[in-house]
């Protein structure tokens, strides 16, 4: 990228080309001119130089405007030019010498007298040529035209040279800051054309001819005078109130958190500071001071969660936050802010080595005020508590913007501000006071200022909550595991509200059954079950209304421990109402009298909906996943359920050095039963079995389908004279069950019992150890069936 000419260097350097022409002229004119001069040659200089020193002069919107232009007028028809270039010399040093700042740019100086040569040089050519065309009327004709090129003249150089020096266009400058003062010359013209014919006549008409003008211009002035006051407080209020409008503007960005009113005004007064340290002038000073202020008012075009995230961005969020410097540029355009303003908020996060953003900037590229609100920026947010990070002490912060000289930021300006830090930190609204010989990373302590207006807070609020309920929903959408979900919702609620008991509540029929609790009070709510249109809970659940700090007493739960029940005092109970309906309620349980606030209710309420969904997707994902380890028809687990239950009893039992049972049973008879009294009464005979064999284990045994008519049994601990036992049990259940059903003896159980870790070390073997004894049963008992069919035949004969 081909390097910018720094515009300051252009400034001075069309400074430096004006006096040197203005030289050029007065050293030919000098030498040109050696006419006399005369009383009114003295004359008009005294009254020149003591109108500058009195500070005498037309109103204007910025100040005022020398008069010696008047004297410069009346001086051209009397005077030589010579004398005439003294007299407007002599006015616009002195002027200028008055109006400069504490520390004088002599290069200004210079400029300014060298434009008023240049001007009066033409205003005489351009007289000098009318009374040559005109004789007879000439007077008349060339002072209106001298005041207009001298005007012309001096005003346009003047208007270019502000246009350069504060960027800004010179259409615009001259427009607002010039134009509207050419009357003021053309009045000077009458005035001078008065000055000039008056000499001709004698005194005692000229007193008559100047006292009531004098009196009426006097007159006319004051209410002129007058006027521009009160138009000039009125501007001041205007730009007053556009300050203040400002500053609420940009304190309504930056309250992602409540940020007190005097960090932005700390930020300004260090911007300030450090500007006049670097050399700035007081237009440059003004711009900063604005930018200061509106220098993230970009970011309302960035998603709150990404300037809000606590951690490292990710490339895809850090491209979506760099637009902001161009769109706060584009927004302080569009208000009408001088362009200075946006170009120092559209340059403020480049950096010193290109590296920065949004246009690359390198070294002097970057504009020296956007330089200097890049220091003075990191500086202060450093030493700013943030609600992701504890501020630095002020000596730590500027120890981190001095390794950042020559890196991001301008080595000059870094050198400037570690000279003026303190200081300014010592003026600041606000300050800081931080021990910088405290090793330990320190927070900040700020003395009391203002307090930031109601406004912000309600913003600050919004937003906040809009963030936890934007957390709210990771978390809830995080995992399928309800159980999980709540215990991480609850976690993160009691950083919000002061609450000691959660229960969430689930619609089970027409009742309320409490199905999480955390917290506690865990033994008053466990297994409690509350009636729908009843009590303050169910009134809720049917009516879809929550109630914040009701009685928790409006339910029945004194019955079921007193103390604990007393000593509850507010409620807050919110309805859960999912796409398919009330799913439930979510209670929030204090021992303080109105413990909760509306903030907490809309904060819950935000999230109702999201959570309804979640406890509704949980129970859809229980019920998949039970199906996919539940037998549909018996309500055992599977085949996938038992391996995983075998792998781990196994496991378990290795560790421990403990038995295991395994007992697998198949039902004799079965396919029978569906042949002869259909399928229906086969799948009722399988639901029979698995009931009674639920009911014969113990609390700590497994019973599993593995599908048919084949079940198994693991049994901890489990004795093989235990096992022989329970299995004649079983049989004799299962032949009890097939008389029940089908009215005669149509069905058995056989059964093959393996041990570990007698008769195997792995699932896989155990099983086909068990099932190669239940076959080896079954045929058994099928050849003593057979054996027995004809004696049966003979003794009923």
């Given at each position: 990228m081909r390097r910018l000419e720094p515009v300051q260097e252009q400034s001075r350097r069309f400074e430096w080309t004006v006096v040197g022409t203005a030289l050029v002229w007065l050293a030919v004119q000098a030498y040109q001119d050696h006419e006399s001069g005369s009383l009114t040659y003295v004359l008009y200089l005294v009254l020149s130089a003591l109108s500058a020193l009195g500070r005498f002069g037309l109103p204007t919107v910025s100040g005022n405007i020398s008069v010696s232009f008047i004297f410069v007028l009346a001086a051209m028809p009397q005077l030589p030019l010579t004398e005439t270039l003294a007299i407007g010399i002599t006015g616009a040093a002195i002027h200028a010498l008055q109006n400069s700042p504490p520390r004088t740019d002599w290069l200004s100086l210079l400029f300014q007298v060298a434009v008023w040569v240049i001007g009066?040089?033409?205003?005489?050519?351009?007289?000098?040529?009318?009374?040559?065309?005109?004789?007879?009327?000439?007077?008349?004709?060339?002072?209106?035209?001298?005041?207009?090129?001298?005007?012309?003249?001096?005003?346009?150089?003047?208007?270019?040279?502000?246009?350069?020096?504060?960027?800004?266009?010179?259409?615009?400058?001259?427009?607002?800051?010039?134009?509207?003062?050419?009357?003021?010359?053309?009045?000077?013209?009458?005035?001078?054309?008065?000055?000039?014919?008056?000499?001709?006549?004698?005194?005692?008409?000229?007193?008559?001819?100047?006292?009531?003008?004098?009196?009426?211009?006097?007159?006319?002035?004051?209410?002129?005078?007058?006027?521009?006051?009160?138009?000039?407080?009125?501007?001041?209020?205007?730009?007053?109130?556009?300050?203040?409008?400002?500053?609420?503007?940009?304190?309504?960005?930056?309250?992602?958190?409540?940020?007190?009113?005097?960090?932005?005004?700390?930020?300004?007064?260090?911007?300030?500071?450090?500007?006049?340290?670097?050399?700035?002038?007081?237009?440059?000073?003004?711009?900063?001071?604005?930018?200061?202020?509106?220098?993230?008012?970009?970011?309302?075009?960035?998603?709150?969660?990404?300037?809000?995230?606590?951690?490292?961005?990710?490339?895809?969020?850090?491209?979506?936050?760099?637009?902001?410097?161009?769109?706060?540029?584009?927004?302080?355009?569009?208000?009408?802010?001088?362009?200075?303003?946006?170009?120092?908020?559209?340059?403020?996060?480049?950096?010193?080595?290109?590296?920065?953003?949004?246009?690359?900037?390198?070294?002097?590229?970057?504009?020296?005020?956007?330089?200097?609100?890049?220091?003075?920026?990191?500086?202060?947010a450093l030493n700013t508590e943030r609600r992701y990070r504890r501020a630095l002490s002020l000596d730590e912060a500027m120890e981190r913007v001095r390794q950042e000289a020559g890196l991001g930021l301008d080595p000059m300006v870094v050198a400037r501000l570690e000279c003026v830090y303190r200081k300014l930190d010592m003026e600041a609204p606000g300050r800081t006071v931080a021990a910088a010989s405290v090793p330990a990373p320190a927070p900040a302590v700020r003395s009391p200022g203002r307090c930031a207006p109601m406004f912000l807070h309600a913003i600050a609020e919004a937003r906040r909550e809009e963030q936890l309920v934007l957390e709210f929903s990771q978390i809830l959408g995080s995992s399928l595991d309800l159980e999980e979900t709540l215990n991480a919702l609850a976690r993160r609620l009691h950083a919000q509200m002061p609450f000691e008991t959660m229960v969430l509540f689930l619609k089970q029929g027409d009742q309320l059954r409490a199905s999480f609790i955390e917290g506690q009070n865990y033994t008053l709510f466990h297994g409690l079950a509350l009636r729908m249109n009843s009590g303050v809970t169910g009134r809720v659940a049917s009516t879809l209304r929550p109630v914040l700090n009701a009685p928790p007493t409006g339910d029945p739960i004194a019955h079921r421990n007193p103390v604990a029940a007393s000593a509850l005092k507010s409620a807050l109970i919110i309805p859960l109402d999912g796409p398919g309906g009330l799913v439930g309620t979510l209670n929030l349980y204090s021992a303080k009298q109105e413990a909760f606030t509306h903030a907490h209710l809309s904060l819950l309420l935000a999230i109702s909906s999201k959570l309804a969904v979640s406890v509704e997707n949980s129970a859809r994902f229980q019920e998949a996943e039970s199906r996919a380890t539940v037998d549909f028809l018996t309500g055992l687990p599977n085949a996938g359920a038992l391996f995983l239950h075998l792998q781990n009893e196994l496991a378990r039992c290795a560790r421990t050095d403990s038995t295991l049972g395994l007992l697998v049973c198949d039902l004799d008879g079965f396919k029978g039963v569906n042949d002869q009294f259909g399928h229906l009464a086969g799948n009722r005979l399988l639901q029979l079995v698995a009931q009674g064999l639920r009911e014969n284990c113990r609390e700590y045994d497994f019973v599993a389908r593995m599908g048919g008519d084949e079940f198994v049994l693991v049994l901890p601990g489990v004795t093989e004279e235990a096992v022989a036992t329970r299995l004649q049990r079983l049989r004799a259940y299962v032949e009890c069950c097939g008389i029940e059903l089908c009215g005669e003896k149509v069905v058995s159980l056989s059964g093959g019992a393996a041990f570990y870790p007698r008769d195997g070390q792995t699932a896989e073997e155990l099983l086909a150890r068990a099932d190669s004894k239940m076959y080896g049963e079954k045929k058994d008992r099928k050849q003593a069936a057979r054996l027995q069919a004809p004696a049966a035949r003979e003794a009923s004969a």
């Open positions: 009066i040089e033409a205003a005489h050519a351009a007289y000098e040529q009318v009374l040559a065309a005109l004789p007879g009327i000439g007077l008349a004709a060339a002072m209106p035209l001298a005041s207009i090129v001298l005007f012309l003249v001096t005003a346009f150089p003047l208007a270019a040279a502000t246009s350069l020096h504060e960027r800004e266009l010179l259409r615009r400058v001259w427009k607002n800051r010039y134009l509207w003062s050419l009357p003021y010359y053309m009045a000077g013209a009458a005035i001078a054309g008065l000055l000039a014919t008056l000499p001709r006549i004698s005194w005692s008409y000229s007193a008559l001819i100047i006292v009531p003008a004098a009196l009426l211009v006097y007159y006319a002035y004051r209410l002129q005078l007058e006027s521009l006051a009160r138009e000039r407080q009125h501007a001041e209020e205007l730009a007053a109130m556009q300050l203040n409008m400002v500053e609420a503007l940009a304190l309504a960005v930056e309250s992602k958190d409540v940020t007190p009113l005097t960090d932005l005004q700390r930020m300004a007064h260090f911007a300030e500071g450090l500007g006049r340290a670097v050399g700035l002038e007081d237009e440059q000073i003004k711009a900063l001071r604005v930018a200061a202020v509106l220098h993230d008012i970009g970011q309302v075009a960035v998603p709150d969660h990404i300037i809000m995230k606590p951690g490292r961005l990710t490339p895809d969020e850090f491209q979506r936050l760099k637009v902001h410097p161009e769109v706060g540029a584009q927004i302080i355009e569009q208000a009408g802010f001088p362009r200075l303003v946006s170009e120092i908020v559209r340059a403020h996060h480049e950096r010193w080595d290109g590296t920065g953003y949004p246009a690359g900037l390198r070294g002097e590229e970057i504009p020296i005020e956007a330089r200097v609100l890049a220091a003075v920026d990191m500086l202060v």
